[in-house]
């Protein structure tokens, strides 16, 4: 089996089945191709792993000779090996290359900044002041994707990587809304996490989580 993707073996509760292996997992299990699994506790990062991951983050990837980081360029390297996950035809190949890259650099940061209002940082004094200008901000941010998609299934008309990346990225708004307000996010989220490679993918990574969960004293 070439193909191994570095992930936790424990997250916190609140962090379960939105680790970002998920996304190369799901890529895989869309395909039907073999991997394994290398997991790591995430207080107990080996040093030499930076080699791999400058920051230490998951998820790495190693098939055969090639060593990838970075979620977005694992797809991208997945999504050539099959054109279920990213189209020959060179028009749609590169609308959905266009939206890979719009979900991690157009749309992930604006959701990255709710979570950190609504979860992390809730309560705090200047998180307090931001919120209703993000949920606004990031909002209309979301109505021009809702706009792009339009009568659409897809991003690139059929099911490719840019969905995985997209329906990851919008998958919980942390009960703001932004997202499960607007009715054709909302559907195109559905859509996308009742596929079964995603089901796979997630209990996949739950499964890896339980097994290594700390044994009651």
């Known amino acids: 089996m070439s193909v191994e993707i570095t992930g936790f073996n424990w997250v916190p509760d609140f962090a379960r089945g939105y680790v970002r292996d998920l996304r190369p997992r799901w890529a895989c299990e869309e395909i039907g191709l073999p991997y394994a699994m290398r997991l790591m506790h995430p207080m107990e990062r080996p040093a030499e792993y930076r080699e791999e991951q400058p920051w230490l983050q998951v998820p790495a990837l190693r098939d055969g000779d090639v060593r990838l980081f970075e979620s977005g360029a694992i797809l ?9 996950l990213l189209p020959r035809d060179p028009v749609a190949r590169a609308r ?15 959701m990255m900044q709710i979570g950190e209002v609504e979860l992390f940082s809730n309560g705090a004094q200047w998180a307090e002041l931001r919120r209703a200008s993000l949920i606004e901000s990031c909002g209309e941010r979301l109505d021009r994707l809702a706009e792009a998609l339009g009568n659409r299934d897809w991003l690139a008309d059929t099911f490719s990587i840019a969905d995985i990346a997209m329906v990851t990225v919008l998958r ?13 996010l909302a559907a195109y989220v559905e859509r996308g996490t009742a596929r ?12 890896d989580f339980t097994a290594h969960a700390p044994k009651a004293a």
């Open 196 to 207: 079964a490679a995603f089901r796979r993918a997630l209990d996949a990574q739950l499964a």
């Open 76 to 84: 991208l390297h997945l999504g050539e090996k099959d054109e279920r």
């Open 96 to 110: 959905a290359i266009a939206w890979l890259f719009a979900a991690f650099s157009s749309v992930e940061p604006w």
């Open 172 to 184: 919980d708004d942390c009960g703001t809304g932004v997202v499960t307000d607007r009715p054709v």
